[in-house]
């Protein structure tokens, strides 16, 4: 008997007891200085009087909206980990929570009529698209943990990306969604509680009449089938109630990570595995820590800004996901490499025309994103400048203007690509990149604690603290990955995990810098703006040394690809060999960060798009995916400065928003084979 009370009494009783001294403390935090009593006396006894009104209208709606955004995403989490069989399946990790954000954004913004009528729906269309798309892509029926987990990841890389490019082109539009992107419990009054609580309370009795069928398939999919489960019908509606709940907190609250991946893992630990008990508890212990974080935000909020409670749930998730990376027996050690038919598969192109080609668009790029700007250049005026017939203004406008930021962009664009195909490389996961292990982030942060600390910075600074914070956050990452050897699987999972830290640390820093950052700002969007020669030749230094090495270290490279015994037989340290390809992908990627910021896509695209062109063999691979990612940041630069003009769009917003829908198309292009 003991065996299930004291489960039921740590999960359920110390639970509650938990939520409410949480919700408690919670309406006695803010702005406004009231002590408890106040706190009492305005809930039970309430006066029309200022303090009261605070805690009716201010914090009892935060509060309680904490606790069913927070049950929803527990519930969220509980079943889609069930579901996909994936102990990293979230809201979160399966771009659930990304695809709705971009769908509210764009119903803001082209539809606001169709929006004030159903939030939810909206929510729900983007967050069903974005879970279908990672499904599809890590491979459907045969996705892994660690296939469907970068999936998600890169599709919510994709989605987030586009929001934030439709922001920053629709900025009066969308205005109020900045914080609210972040996960923001902030209310007004009572109207997104009321708007919540049913469609919540309604989705939980519906999971709830289906916890047995949950539980059968938990048992895997041959007995559920042998009990006269219908599985199919189980995972639709399960799947669409959990994307429902998502939406819901989306709508309502913007997207909250690691709460859906925490609080189920929480109750399985205290020992709930049947789905009835797990999904009260998961609901249970998602609103305390959605509650408790909410706390610690606003225990850091300043005068002049908030802190999303998305940023610290983020805080207190990532080290869970470290921890369940290092432990959980379901992700499997590896993931499979690319198979000896891929390898071996003919070209379309002659190689060297291949190549003729690419430095010709390149070069096409370079011509027109000098002549076009905020001032067209005439093509005879850059003719004159070529045969030292110049004027002041064509030098200043092509020398001093243009063209160093154009070769910023194309150096920085090849350094990215060539990091990213060696990342895919050691991880054997076409979707690993720069961004999957914390290099990009990493940088990110180390320029915004030089910022916060130092508010006028020099340039020089900010790149050292760029490089510094990317060889930091990939070291953790490395060390944390370390258990007799570094397994490639986890190596991609933990950098998911110090990725989201430091991003939720940049947000932390931002807030309690009170807008001394706006420089920063515009740094981590990734951006070729300004760019001079001074930073070009700096940029120059660790590529110029790097790629040639990469090129003569690319055979070792194919024999990594071949997986694990391969190596070994041959007499390769493998072990070796990934620390030195690692170590030079971090330190180019690292290098072009420190340059034009935190550019993303480029390390996950221009690999995918050389191996279409030429194959798997890396010796013809690096300069291809070089060339291509110089094209891919070259012409964000261009379309950037152009687009709508005077205003520039930030080149990482570009990049990413070219790369979204090649990336998509070249998963349908590969599903077709």
């Not at 969220?76 to 954004?105: D, E, W």
């Not at 212990?285 to 706390?295: E, K, N, R």
């Amino acid at each position: 008997m003991k065996i299930h009370i004291i489960p039921l009494f740590k999960v359920f009783g110390l639970g509650t007891i938990l939520l409410l001294v949480l919700f408690i403390v919670h309406l006695t935090q803010g702005q406004a200085n009231l002590d408890l009593a106040t706190v009492i006396e305005a809930v039970f006894s309430p006066r029309d009087t200022t303090d009261h009104n605070i805690v009716r209208y201010l914090r009892l709606p935060r509060a309680t909206l904490g606790i069913l955004a927070g049950a929803a995403l527990g519930m969220a989490g509980a079943v889609l980990q069930t579901i996909t069989r994936n102990p990293l399946a979230s809201p979160a990790t399966l771009g659930i929570n990304a695809g709705a954000y971009l769908a509210v954004t764009l119903a803001v913004i082209f539809s606001p009529g169709l929006f004030s009528i159903s939030p939810t729906f909206i929510a729900l269309i983007g967050g069903l698209f974005a879970a279908i798309l990672a499904y599809a892509i890590a491979g459907a029926v045969r996705a892994t943990p660690i296939r469907l987990t970068l999936a998600g990841v890169a599709v919510s890389l994709a989605l987030s990306a586009m929001t934030a490019a439709l922001q920053l082109i629709y900025e009066n539009e969308t205005s109020d969604l900045f914080l609210w992107g972040a996960g923001s419990l902030v209310q007004i009054d009572w109207s997104r509680v009321y708007y919540a609580a049913p469609r919540i309370i309604i989705a939980t009795i519906l999971l709830l009449s289906m916890a047995k069928a949950l539980d059968v398939l938990s048992l895997g999919e041959e007995v559920a089938r042998s009990l006269g489960n219908k599985i199919q019908t189980t995972r639709i509606l399960s799947t669409l109630l959990a994307v429902f709940l998502a939406a819901i907190v989306v709508s309502v609250s913007g997207p909250i990570g690691f709460v859906g991946l925490v609080a189920p893992h929480l109750v399985k630990l205290m020992g709930c595995r049947k789905h009835r008990l797990l999904l009260l508890g998961a609901a249970l212990w998602g609103a305390i820590l959605l509650v408790g974080a909410d706390i610690i935000a606003q225990g850091l909020t300043t005068n002049l800004n908030d802190l999303p409670t998305g940023s610290v749930t983020a805080l207190i998730g990532a080290p869970f996901l470290i921890w369940l990376a290092s432990t959980s027996k379901q992700l499997g050690g590896d993931t499979p490499a690319v198979s000896t038919q891929q390898q071996t598969s003919s070209r379309r192109f002659a190689y060297p025309v291949l190549l003729s080609s690419l430095l010709g668009v390149l070069l096409m790029i370079a011509i027109t994103g000098i002549l076009l700007g905020n001032r067209t250049i005439g093509f005879d005026q850059l003719i004159d400048l070529v045969f030292g017939n110049e004027t002041a203004l064509s030098q200043t406008v092509i020398l001093n203007l243009r063209l160093p930021r154009l070769l910023v962009a194309m150096v920085a664009g090849a350094t990215l690509a060539v990091s990213g195909l060696l990342l895919q490389g050691v991880v054997r996961n076409p979707l690993a990149g720069p961004e999957i292990v914390g290099v990009t982030s990493g940088a990110g942060l180390g320029v915004m604690i030089v910022l916060v600390l130092v508010p006028n910075a020099t340039p020089e600074s900010l790149s050292f603290a760029a490089v510094i914070g990317a060889i930091s956050a990939f070291g953790i990452v490395y060390l944390l990955s370390w258990k007799k050897g570094v397994l490639p699987a986890r190596l991609a999972l933990v950098g998911i995990a110090v990725s989201a830290f430091c991003s939720a640390g940049i947000n932390v820093l931002v807030v309690l810098a009170k807008l001394r950052v706006a420089q920063a700002i515009v740094w981590l969007s990734g951006s070729t703006y300004a760019r001079q020669w001074d930073e070009l030749w700096r940029l120059l230094i660790l590529p110029v040394l790097l790629l040639p090495i990469v090129w003569l270290f690319a055979r070792r490279l194919d024999v990594l690809a071949l997986g694990e015994d391969v190596p070994r037989i041959l007499g390769m340290s493998l072990q070796r060999v990934r620390t030195a390809t690692i170590a030079i992908a971090v330190v180019l990627s690292a290098t072009a960060v420190s340059a034009v910021g935190t550019i993303s896509f480029v390390g996950l695209i221009a690999p995918h798009a050389g191996r279409l062109l030429v194959g798997y063999r890396h010796r013809q691979l690096v300069p291809v995916v070089a060339i291509l990612g110089a094209i891919l940041v070259s012409l964000a630069d261009v379309i950037g400065r152009v687009a709508i003009a005077p205003r520039e769009i930030p080149s990482g917003l570009v990049t990413a928003m070219i790369g979204t829908p090649y990336f998509l198309w070249l998963i349908l292009v590969k599903r077709t084979k």
